[in-house]
């Protein structure tokens, strides 16, 4: 396979959204390069499709997804030395008012804003959390004492992951909502100052503070944040020039803290706690059902870009049940099912060029990557779609039947086996979904196979 040229793909990509002086602001996920232009109607979005390297362009709440795969960061570092901002700027103005003049519906804007806020801060948890699944195996296999220092210091690389998490909110969700991000940041290390070091009775000007742990919340931050980037701006219009500089974060701070304190962070963790339960209760009612649905639809989620709305909920479970039953071990089998039926998908061509798609897709997927095999194969073709749709459904139904889970956050896959390992030194989880995986990918197979063969015959 020929080396993938980033500098020419970041050529293309720029031509066809205008020209560097149309495009506001750059980032990326795992596997998207995410661009917010001046004017969406220089994007010729049919050009874009047909770029060498560009698996898909999503469109959503006027942000433009280049799908490109585990190799989007190579294509970032290209993409930004043609001095583009990075989105999330402290100085990004521009882009913040593009982006409010722009058309969307509410719910492409909350998703936008989701995976915007989370999809930065999943490498951290992969760093964090396959530590962890280290520890495990070094524990079980290799008899490394609890005490060693060792142990010590790789306990602090998973311990720091969810502990810090709403300063990586903070920061994240800062820079989406186009404010100062290391305000962002700064307000999620003050929620964890205000945890760790707490008073018996705390208040404010003679108002009480809830007692609350925020050490892993989620939402106490991200409602935070989302009133502290009305404050920003407000005050940064309102001010002085002369005084915006020292003014400016001080009286940001001053307004913002308190409140979340107060109102905010109350609020945000009765709303994380309630959606947490809930979603427990769900499973722990119907766990087949629940992971089977989430088996079965992950390839959609994936298609429309709403994968990313996961993220919460999954955030969530980690911290409070300390493992995902539910999301990334129903998108197990999901994702690697999307790769039995790319090879299936395969093995019916007769054109080359096909046949490579379907199996270079196919050994993406079974590695936890299915952005190629989603748009490249499953939804071009329909039956693929089927046989991966029935595999990772029936895979999800077997997970949660025998209460499977994934311990930490990792692409679910085959590459991730590590994230399947007990912490108590128990090799049944990871068996299991070994098996689901397996069973997942041979059905997924078995069945894409069939419907194309009957398919062909027809034809």
């Given at each position: 396979?020929?080396?993938?040229?980033?500098?020419?793909?970041?050529?293309?990509?720029?031509?066809?959204?205008?020209?560097?002086?149309?495009?506001?602001?750059?980032?990326?996920?795992?596997?998207?390069?995410?661009?917010?232009?001046?004017?969406?109607?220089?994007?010729?979005?049919?050009?874009?499709?047909?770029?060498?390297?560009?698996?898909?362009?999503?469109?959503?709440?006027?942000?433009?997804?280049?799908?490109?795969?585990?190799?989007?960061?190579?294509?970032?570092?290209?993409?930004?030395?043609?001095?583009?901002?990075?989105?999330?700027?402290?100085?990004?103005?521009?882009?913040?008012?593009?982006?409010?003049?722009?058309?969307?519906?509410?719910?492409?804007?909350?998703?936008?804003?989701?995976?915007?806020?989370?999809?930065?801060?999943?490498?951290?948890?992969?760093?964090?959390?396959?530590?962890?699944?280290?520890?495990?195996?070094?524990?079980?296999?290799?008899?490394?004492?609890?005490?060693?220092?060792?142990?010590?210091?790789?306990?602090?690389?998973?311990?720091?992951?969810?502990?810090?998490?709403?300063?990586?909110?903070?920061?994240?969700?800062?820079?989406?909502?186009?404010?100062?991000?290391?305000?962002?940041?700064?307000?999620?290390?003050?929620?964890?100052?205000?945890?760790?070091?707490?008073?018996?009775?705390?208040?404010?000007?003679?108002?009480?503070?809830?007692?609350?742990?925020?050490?892993?919340?989620?939402?106490?931050?991200?409602?935070?944040?989302?009133?502290?980037?009305?404050?920003?701006?407000?005050?940064?219009?309102?001010?002085?020039?002369?005084?915006?500089?020292?003014?400016?974060?001080?009286?940001?701070?001053?307004?913002?803290?308190?409140?979340?304190?107060?109102?905010?962070?109350?609020?945000?963790?009765?709303?994380?706690?309630?959606?947490?339960?809930?979603v427990l209760a769900i499973y722990r009612?119907?766990?087949?059902?629940?992971?089977?649905?989430?088996?079965?639809?992950?390839?959609?989620?994936?298609?429309?870009?709403?994968?990313?709305?996961t993220y919460p909920v999954l955030f969530?479970?980690?911290?409070?049940?300390?493992?995902?039953?539910?999301?990334?071990?129903?998108?197990?089998?999901?994702?690697?099912?999307?790769?039995?039926?790319?090879?299936?998908?395969?093995?019916?061509?007769?054109?080359?060029?096909?046949?490579?798609?379907?199996?270079?897709?196919?050994?993406?997927?079974?590695?936890?990557?299915?952005?190629?095999?989603?748009?490249?194969?499953?939804?071009?073709?329909?039956?693929?779609?089927?046989?991966?749709?029935?595999?990772?459904?029936?895979?999800?139904?077997?997970?949660?039947?025998?209460?499977?889970?994934?311990?930490?956050?990792?692409?679910?896959?085959?590459?991730?086996?590590?994230?399947?390992?007990?912490?108590?030194?128990?090799?049944?989880?990871?068996?299991?979904?070994?098996?689901?995986?397996?069973?997942?990918?041979?059905?997924?197979?078995?069945?894409?196979?069939?419907?194309?063969?009957?398919?062909?015959?027809?034809?």
């Open positions: 396979m020929a080396k993938k040229d980033y500098k020419k793909l970041s050529d293309d990509i720029i031509a066809v959204v205008g020209g560097v002086g149309n495009i506001l602001s750059a980032s990326h996920c795992m596997t998207r390069l995410r661009l917010n232009l001046r004017d969406d109607a220089k994007l010729n979005a049919e050009e874009a499709k047909k770029i060498p390297g560009v698996i898909n362009l999503i469109q959503q709440n006027g942000e433009q997804q280049f799908v490109i795969g585990q190799d989007v960061a190579s294509l970032y570092e290209e993409i930004i030395k043609n001095d583009i901002k990075a989105a999330g700027s402290i100085d990004d103005a521009d882009a913040f008012k593009a982006d409010t003049q722009k058309k969307g519906n509410v719910v492409e804007a909350i998703l936008s804003y989701v995976g915007g806020t989370f999809s930065p801060i999943i490498p951290v948890f992969i760093a964090g959390g396959l530590t962890g699944a280290v520890i495990s195996l070094l524990q079980t296999f290799a008899h490394l004492s609890a005490e060693s220092g060792t142990v010590f210091v790789l306990t602090a690389i998973q311990q720091a992951m969810l502990y810090f998490l709403p300063v990586y909110i903070g920061f994240s969700s800062a820079s989406r909502l186009k404010s100062n991000p290391y305000l962002g940041a700064f307000l999620g290390a003050i929620l964890l100052y205000v945890t760790a070091n707490r008073p018996e009775v705390l208040n404010f000007l003679g108002i009480p503070v809830a007692s609350i742990g925020y050490n892993g919340q989620i939402f106490p931050v991200v409602l935070g944040t989302l009133f502290m980037s009305v404050v920003y701006r407000f005050l940064q219009k309102v001010l002085p020039v002369v005084f915006r500089t020292v003014l400016l974060p001080v009286l940001t701070m001053l307004i913002v803290v308190p409140v979340t304190l107060i109102v905010l962070g109350p609020i945000g963790y009765w709303v994380g706690t309630a959606l947490a339960n809930g009612a119907f766990p087949a059902l629940a992971v089977a649905i989430i088996g079965a639809t992950t390839v959609w989620l994936v298609f429309f870009g709403m994968n990313n709305a969530l479970l980690l911290a409070e049940v300390g493992s995902d039953p539910l999301i990334c071990t129903g998108m197990a089998p999901a994702n690697v099912a999307v790769g039995g039926a790319c090879l299936a998908y395969a093995l019916l061509q007769k054109d080359a060029d096909k046949k490579g798609v379907g199996i270079s897709s196919g050994i993406t997927a079974l590695s936890g990557i299915t952005e190629p095999g989603v748009y490249g194969v499953l939804f071009p073709n329909r039956y693929p779609l089927i046989g991966a749709m029935v595999g990772g459904g029936v895979g999800g139904f077997l997970a949660g039947l025998f209460g499977l889970t994934q311990f930490v956050v990792a692409n679910p896959g085959f590459i991730s086996f590590a994230a399947y390992f007990n912490p108590d030194g128990t090799m049944g989880n990871f068996w299991g979904m070994m098996g689901v995986m397996v069973l997942a990918v041979a059905i997924a197979f078995v069945v894409t196979y069939f419907l194309g063969k009957k398919q062909t015959a027809k034809n």
